[in-house]
């Protein structure tokens, strides 16, 4: 249960340490649909942002927000728009769902998960059963090299190393449900839907892949592998063939300087480090090379004992305890507020995670601009969905970039959307009279807007493009131009710039 960040960044090691400190809120039990227990979240639901004058949140409590157990109904705010409005595309980046731990702790034995997949082992889904049917069936489908090489499905016994669990096909299945009912009005795509109108993308990882597989089953009004093309990202941060920016390096550098030197200056944080490896028997280096937090929050996450070894005649043994994940937890919440302060991350992530945000901004950009020259789209004609299945160390930075800080690090299964809307036609003039007959004023194309939701929260006017938007009633959405600009100019005003390669390749000093 640790709080938000731990696994993968700080199994990353690099710096990212964005963890977020917001309580969860009160949530109501109810009967849900499928006979158990679910939770309703309405105007009180747990917030992707902090209380600012809130007590210190607990740790441990915390964690369970990490660990995102699908056990819940959740309210979505994704869909949702003035009356009128017209939903023209929606992108999606996820972070993929609950896996296994990338390390293991020396001297410990390993949790005992089982990654296969079955319909009579809990979490389960209703889409569970004909999702494995139908992955059974990917040889139809069309895969960006090395893509057709991986796994589709989870199928080990015992997980082996960063597999995804059921839990987390599960988080992904329910996700992807979630969003193919908020948008199932907006007539998105029909049921007949073409392959033109949706782009896939995933990192060569097992774990993404097979998380924006199972997204996509929920979402998709029909999996079609003979329509589907999923295509390979070599990068975490997406940035195809924009990846090479020395400056974005130097910054990470720099912040990992930063961290390092926290982590060293934290004596509670070094002390608990020694007693856990005075419990395994084990040097204290080694201990930490090893990562413990992420197999301690695997244990959490799963509902598992923490690991112990038996009590030998060196006076080693025991068991590692909650007090002790909750200071490695608090050291961790102490570098977020340094990482804030210190503004290195959110200057790396300006640059990690401009290639993607290009590429969103010119796909939404060629569909606004066919509405502004009075052609709707084509049927079947538009690239209406894209999703991008990857990591923690992609939707972090993503979040930072967008100006969105303070927003609680990205969670198993956790979602980034941008929607584009356009506004209903607005008429010029009254009508004329000639001759007795009356004769229409020309219609005005609406404007188009764009939402930007974080785990169903709509987060639009925290963003750094849209904070200073003044909202009127009458436009209660932020104008797309706010958008292009940003990604365009202004973003690189952080680190004294006005483009992307200006900022990548100018000399330090």
Known sequence: MLSARVAELVVFLICVNLIPTTPIVEERPFHAADGGIGVAVGKSRKRVFPH?????????????????IPNRTEQAWEGHSPADYKLLSVHVMIRHGDRYPLYSIPKTKRPAIDCTLSTSRKPSHPLLDSFIHHMGLGGRGHW????????RLPSHSACEMGELTQTGVVQHLRNGQLLHHAYKQHSLFPSDWAPRQIWVETTGKS??????LAFLYGFLPDFDWTKLTVRHQWSTLFCSSACDCPARNRYLEEEQRRQYQLRAADTELERTYMDMARTLGLPTRQLRAANPI???LCHLCHGLSFPCVPIGDSGAGGCLTMEQFAVIRRQQLDDEVDRRRAGLYHKYAILAMYPYLNRTAAKM???AKSIEAGRE???GGEEVFTLSSAHDVTVAPLLSALGLEEARFPRFAARIVFELWKSPPTIQGQVKKRGGKGEKSKAKYGETFIRVLYNGEDVTFHTSFCRPHDRHVSQPLCPLKNFLSFVRRDMFSVVNATSYKEACYRRPG
């Open 52 to 68: 600012p004058h809130t007590q210190e949140p607990n740790p441990i409590f915390e964690a369970y927000g990490y660990c995102n």
């Open 144 to 151: 960006e090299s090395p893509l057709g090489s991986v796994p």
């Open 207 to 212: 774990r993404t892949l097979q998380s924006g």
């Open 294 to 296: 992420d197999s301690l």
């Open 365 to 367: 950009e060629r569909i």
């Open 377 to 379: 789209p084509r049927s």
